[in-house]
């Protein structure tokens, strides 16, 4: 069972380049997160999608889109990646709404943004 | 706005010792509150939560946590700590009718032999 899988583990970009992680759940969860973490500042959340065909903006949405491509898939895309963009990325599922589910997380993207 | 404090950023406690990990939430009307735990490389995992009931909440591996509204707190505890407890705990919130939770800065927790 593998849970949340998230893809790329690593990535190092330029300034400006962009990119997608990819994210993929396989426990029929109506719903997804994005999350960022920095040193300090726990988790903040990027954006979310309460169900398959939604998306919402979090905390911190700037720079980033989302796109949820079917129930399964949750991708967070940088289209011009900066500096201030280096984080550690998380991908999270809950069955029910987050606010009362569990969440369950991926084992994290770490972004070096140069 | 929701938001959650966790006042302490290190702790290092002894194997076997007592723990507490302090946590404070503003919010409100009566929060949906959570323990997470991450280990170093890994994402986060479930502790515990609270939604009603009996303030005193049991976790998985010994974990308890306390609910006290008067003073806007859910404090994780353990009685005795392991070794493999050394990881970073986050406390967040949950509101009703938003369907996202909000995370404290986490307080990372080492363990001395």
């Known amino acids: 069972n593998a849970g949340v899988t998230q893809t790329p583990k690593f990535q190092v970009l330029k300034t400006g380049q962009s990119m997608t992680l990819q994210c993929a759940q396989d426990?029929?969860?109506?719903?997804m997160y994005w999350y960022r973490q920095d040193p300090g500042m726990g988790l903040r959340l990027i954006y979310y999608?309460?169900?398959?065909?939604?998306?919402d903006k979090g905390e911190v949405p700037n720079g980033y889109n989302v796109s949820r491509l079917n129930k399964r898939e949750f991708s967070l895309r940088l289209e011009s990646a900066a500096p201030s963009q280096t984080s550690v990325y998380f991908c999270?599922?809950?069955?029910?709404?987050?606010?009362?589910?569990?969440?369950?997380f991926g084992e994290g993207s770490r972004l070096t943004v140069l | 706005a929701q938001s959650v404090t966790q006042p302490d950023i290190h702790i290092t406690v002894s194997e076997g010792a007592s723990l507490e990990l302090r946590c404070n939430y503003s919010?409100?009307?009566?929060?949906?509150l959570f323990w997470y735990v991450q280990s170093p490389g890994q994402g986060l995992q479930l502790l515990l939560k609270?939604?009603?009931?009996?303030?005193l909440v049991q976790g998985i591996k010994g974990f308890e946590a306390e609910f006290k509204r008067s003073q806007s707190s859910f404090n994780l505890r353990k009685p005795s700590v392991h070794w493999s407890d050394a990881a970073e705990y986050f406390c967040?919130?949950?509101?009703?009718?938003?369907?996202?939770?909000?995370f404290g800065a986490g307080t990372r927790l080492a363990v001395h032999p």
């Open positions: 999270a599922s809950s069955e029910v709404g987050g606010n009362t589910g569990e969440l369950f």
């Open positions: 426990m029929n969860h109506n719903s």
């Open positions: 999608s309460a169900s398959e065909g939604t998306t």
């Open positions: 919010y409100g009307a009566t929060p949906y």
């Open positions: 609270y939604f009603s009931g009996d303030t």
């Open positions: 967040a919130v949950g509101a009703s009718g938003y369907n996202k939770l909000i």
